[in-house]
């Protein structure tokens, strides 16, 4: 099993400013098989990102994901009322399919 | 734009089987594109995956639920299914079935499900 952990819990900043999230994996994955998704409460979770670095359809360009091995990030820049969310980061590189345990991005 | 929806029980009791149904809309259970999969979602906590099925009935499942687990596919229907035999409070959760082909791209609005006598 691979294991994502997802650092930090919770993010508490002010609208406009840059989020950054890590998400660590316990062995090292192919940038090709790591996505990102957003998660508003009561709803389902939005995929945000494919392949470590894909934005998927529709998903704004202040969204960008980076990373290789076992370190990937996802940098939300200017943030906007609509960003505040948790964020899971999930891995496909293996038949056994993890997802990390979240970050909450929160209003300061 | 193919959508999900899932339905069934919102409440099981204990030892019993949990059982929901997830309908496609708009597009076709049978494309070789996709596995159809379930999630699910504890009160508070992250995502953990289920397994999910091909359009052939070929089936993967998480290893820690694999025992209790069956994922059926109803292709005339244009369905597909989630069994979790003897069930606890521990699977109270919320339960999403999702469209993935690797990544999860399509998901249903979730059924919250509540494991009580």
Redesign the interface.
């Known amino acids: 099993?691979i294991v994502l952990t997802q650092s930090p819990g919770i993010l508490s900043l002010s609208p406009g400013e840059r989020a950054t999230l890590s998400c660590r994996a316990s062995q090292s994955i192919s940038s090709s098989?790591l996505?990102w998704?957003q998660q508003k409460p009561r709803?389902?979770?939005?995929?945000l990102i494919?392949g470590t670095s894909n934005r998927?359809t529709g998903i704004p360009d202040r969204f960008s994901g980076s990373g290789s091995g076992t370190d990937f990030t996802l940098t939300i820049n200017r943030l906007e009322p609509e960003d505040f969310a948790v964020y899971?980061c999930?891995q496909?590189a293996s038949?056994?399919?993890?997802?990390?345990?979240?970050t909450k991005v929160e209003i300061k | 734009q193919e959508q999900l929806q899932e339905s069934g029980p919102g409440l099981v009791k204990p030892s019993q089987t949990l059982s929901l149904t997830c309908t496609v809309s708009g597009g076709s259970i049978s494309s070789d594109a996709y596995y159809w999969s379930w999630i699910r979602q504890h009160p508070g906590k992250g995502l953990e995956w289920i397994g999910y099925i091909d359009y052939s009935g070929s089936a993967y499942y998480n290893p820690s639920l694999r025992s209790r687990v069956t994922i059926s596919v109803d292709t005339s229907k244009n369905q597909f299914s989630l069994k979790l035999r003897s069930v606890t409070a521990a699977d109270t959760a919320v339960y999403f079935c999702a469209r993935a082909p690797g990544t999860f791209d399509i998901w249903g609005q979730g059924t919250m499900v509540t494991v009580s006598s």
Not at chain 1, 43 to 47: E, S, T, V
Not at chain 1, 95 to 102: D, E, N, R, V
Request: aromatic content about 28%; overall charge neutral.
């Open positions: 099993e098989f996505a998704y709803q389902a979770p939005r995929l494919y998927a899971h999930q496909y038949s056994f399919l993890t997802f990390g345990g979240g």
